[in-house]
């Protein structure tokens, strides 16, 4: 068994991160109607935002009671809705699901999408939900070898049927049909600062690393960068092969747009190549559109 999927006749190939600068959004599908996530996908849609997310919780994570869309279900449904943004879960929780049915999921919401899928990774952390939903919630190091584990099966699946026999996790003749529209799988975003185990398996196999640094510290980004594309070079991959990706705050975006082009130029210069913009509920119109129409457009350029 492969782990390295041969690109099958009339598959098409995974579209991988550009070179150029990308832009997104998460509209945060805690506290919001169903009407309000919509519209805010089709509007960055329209707006001309390259990619757009939900999350992986089943409860608000901002320590208030009230509703939770769930990030797959709804990624489907918004898959459907929209007609040329990348679209993904940032970042899917590994101790909700078995990796397989992850897999038929994502290659069924990427067929949806006509081959826009994001498959955004990560090993989970909300203690708060894993107890009140009866997940269990292994030490930081168990679920990190868990996604390790999560990774090479969703990457098996690629060369049905598939085997893999693994400490957590396990394939026996498994067929995956359809296979993912994206060949050999969607681009794989690994989110995560875990320097042992996560990082390392995002230098081996992601596309796009999301990394958590705060927006006004350029410095610590460099660093976090520097540390990472030598993680890239020791497994043998190009650094510039994987996309590095933060997330914005509102506060970010709501300062006179040429703070905000400046702040993300000096990210941009210490090698930051995606910004996903958090938008919290209630939604902010006129700060996304800002965004989309005064901020963005000239850091194109």
């Known amino acids: 068994m492969s782990l390295g999927p041969r690109l099958a006749r009339g598959a098409e190939p995974a579209a991988r991160p550009a070179s150029r600068l ?51 279900t709804s990624l489907a449904a918004l898959a459907a809705k929209t ?30 999408s006509g081959g826009r899928l994001i498959l955004g990774l990560g090993a989970g952390w909300y203690e708060r939900e894993y107890v009140a939903y009866d997940f269990p919630f292994y030490t930081p190091g168990e679920r990190a070898r868990r996604l390790v584990e999560a990774v090479d099966v969703l990457r098996a699946l690629g060369d049905p049927p598939a085997n893999y026999s693994g400490k957590y ?37 992601a596309d796009i690393w999301h990394m958590f640094v705060k927006s006004d510290d350029p410095e610590g980004a460099r660093r976090a960068i520097s540390g990472f594309d030598e993680l890239c070079r020791a497994a043998g991959r190009d650094p510039a092969a994987v996309e590095k990706a933060m997330s914005l705050s509102i506060a970010d975006v709501t300062a006179p747009p040429d ?8 990210l941009v210069d210490v090698g930051v190549g995606h910004f ?26």
């Open 22 to 72: 990308r832009f997104g959004v998460q509209p945060r599908p805690e506290h919001v109607t169903w009407a309000d996530l919509e519209k805010a996908f089709r509007e960055s849609d329209d707006l001309g935002l390259d990619s757009a997310f939900t999350f992986d919780h089943l409860m608000p994570i901002d320590g208030r009671s009230g509703p939770c869309l769930e990030g797959w």
């Open 83 to 112: 007609q040329r943004i990348r679209t993904g879960v940032l970042v899917t929780g590994n101790g909700y699901r078995n990796p397989a049915l992850l897999a038929k999921m994502a290659a069924t919401v990427d067929h949806i």
């Open 169 to 205: 996790y396990h394939l026996k003749d498994a067929p995956f049909d359809p296979p993912f529209r994206q060949r050999p799988h969607p681009p794989l975003l690994i989110g995560g600062m875990g320097p042992k185990v996560v990082q390392p398996l995002a230098a081996r196999h």
């Open 259 to 266: 703070e905000a082009r400046a702040r993300i130029r000096a």
């Open 276 to 301: 996903i913009l958090s938008l919290p509920a209630p939604y902010d119109w006129t700060a996304l559109r800002t965004f989309a129409r005064d901020v963005v457009p000239p850091l194109r350029a």
